[in-house]
Nanobody, 126 residues
Framework: QEQLVESEGGLVQAGGSLRLSCTTS????????MGWFRQAPEKEREFVAA????????YYRDSVQGRFTISRDNAKNALYLQMNSLRLEDTAVYYC???????????????????WGQGTQVTVSL
């Protein structure tokens, strides 16, 4: 059974930084596009960032470009999201995800992610 498990999120002040991790088990996702999504209260889940299987290409939503960095370590079955200059509007439950099939395109977002973590809360305060 595939599992994606996010690290504990946390409470951070606006302008601060936080790093999320996601570890996978049950199968190797080393050839899969992986990404991060988030869902704020009373809002739909939205894409945050994605990275290709080799870690050489990444794609971000506009509002996090330049503040967030996605990376991966396939040897450790791990995905990361470094979040800097956090804003109040970054408050959400963050989800780790992987494409349904290997070797996909990093910008392919529509109905392409088939494996999901349970989510971790990130709260940004004043």
């Amino acid at each position: 059974q595939e599992q994606l498990v996010e690290s504990e999120g946390g409470l951070v002040q606006a302008g601060g930084s936080l790093r999320l991790s996601c570890t996978t088990s049950g199968r190797s996702f080393s050839t899969y596009v992986m990404g991060w999504f988030r869902q704020a209260p009373e809002k739909e889940r939205e894409f945050v960032a994605a990275i290709n299987w080799s870690g050489t290409s990444a794609y971000y939503r506009d509002s996090v470009q330049g503040r967030f960095t996605i990376s991966r370590d396939n040897a450790k079955n791990a995905l990361y999201l470094q979040m800097n200059s956090l804003r109040l509007e970054d408050t959400a439950v963050y989800y780790c995800a992987a494409h349904k099939f290997p070797f996909g395109g990093v910008r392919n977002l529509k109905n392409t992610f088939g494996f999901w973590g349970q989510g971790t809360q990130v709260t940004v305060s004043l």
